[in-house]
């Protein structure tokens, strides 16, 4: 191994290596060689979908040029039973991005949503990104895992029951042994994930235990890896499952969004540190022909994620999430819940999406609660249809809350969506969400 000084952004270089045996010189050159920041990009089929599959594929495609900096890389989909110390294939080596490589088959290579997100962080940096794309559609976080953090969460060790939900491997840690661990020598800034979908009927009550355990486990792994170059809490974002037209009306998809903030709501928070998250529950696909599972917006994920990586990781002063209320107030002889959020909201009506738990007899029922008045930062619920007492409230808690970027609930300026969100009357404020606001 060889650990370079660190070195100013750009480029292009020629890296020459030379070793003596006896009488013999070796000698290897790699050429144009790019110093910046690099960025790994895994999870499922909705990270592993290609620019050619998205909305305007044709123009993204063609969109090269002035990219030459951004470099990719693509992991071939392979499994291992112990840890590879190297990748058993490659797809596509180091490249620059053109449209052959960026759009090569469906679900092949190369990742959109981390072509956009680079290209995005290349607009606001202005010096080389390299994107690694290690991704395997239908798999469960169980596989993407080692099982050193499998273990702190009480994964069982055998095999579990196959789920329609899971098309690719579902073993434990066969894709982190052999498409992530093979990296963990590189130098990286962040990572990206966009993964969940498949744990909707596979250990769903343990995920907000899996994701954030694997995301301190890759911290520490690739920490050590590279000799304490990559940071050891260096920046993760994920998106939050976006919808999907479901044949069943149960509250799987809203849970697993919920354990993606390891039940807080919101990112980073004391579970999961320099985190951030793209919220894509707006960003649906009814006519997708890959399945509304597979939503073809990935340019407004990638802008998400983008900004949260230009707060998180580069330090930018900028919102990068949406609103979130931090305080709740029962008027109950009015028949109204009060919310304050922590920013300025913008706000179209819409009657089902807030529901009130109502309880009565032991027994609690969800009932709509429909927006009254609202103004910057406030918003009053009708609850007057609880007759006993309520005792939660929530937020787009369905697998479909609203049509493509029609939630009731944004940012003004940012256009960011408010995330789903429930909250029990005796919190007081979600999850704790007041320290969002500070």
Sequence with gaps: MVVLDPTKPGGPYEMMAQQTFGRTNFTLRVHDVLFGDVWLCSGQSNMQMTVSQIFNATRELSNTAAY?????????????????EDLAKIDLQWSKPTSENLGHGVFKYMSAVCWLFGRNLYDTLHYPIGLISSSWGGTPIEAWSSGRSLKTCGVPTRGFAQSDSVTGP???????????HPLHNMTLKGMIWYQGESNINVNRDLYNCTFPALIEDWRQAFHRGSQGQTERFF??????LSSYLSATSDDKFPQIRWHQTADFGYVPNVRMPNTFMAVAMDLCDRTSPYGSIHPRDKQTVAYRLHLGARAVAYGEKLIFQGPLPEKMELLADRGLLNLTYSQQ????????????????????????????????????LNVSSCRGT?????????????????????HPSSTLPAPPFIAFMTDQIPGDLSKLAK
């Design 390 to 410: 309520p005792a939660a409230v929530r937020y787009a808690w369905t697998t479909w809350p609203c049509e493509y970027k029609r939630c009731p609930l944004y």
């Design 170 to 180: 579902s073993k434990n840690s066969v894709l982190w042994n052999a498409m992530i």
């Design 235 to 240: 920046p993760f974002g994920f998106v939050q």
């Design 345 to 380: 909201i913008q706000v179209k009506k819409q009657d089902k999406i807030f529901e009130i738990s109502c309880c009565s007899d032991r027994q609690c029922k969800w009932l709509p609660a429909p927006m009254g008045t609202f103004s910057a930062q406030t918003l009053a």
């Design 68 to 84: 030459q900096s951004v470099r990719i890389f693509s992991v071939s989909l392979t499994e291992a039973e112990q840890e590879l």
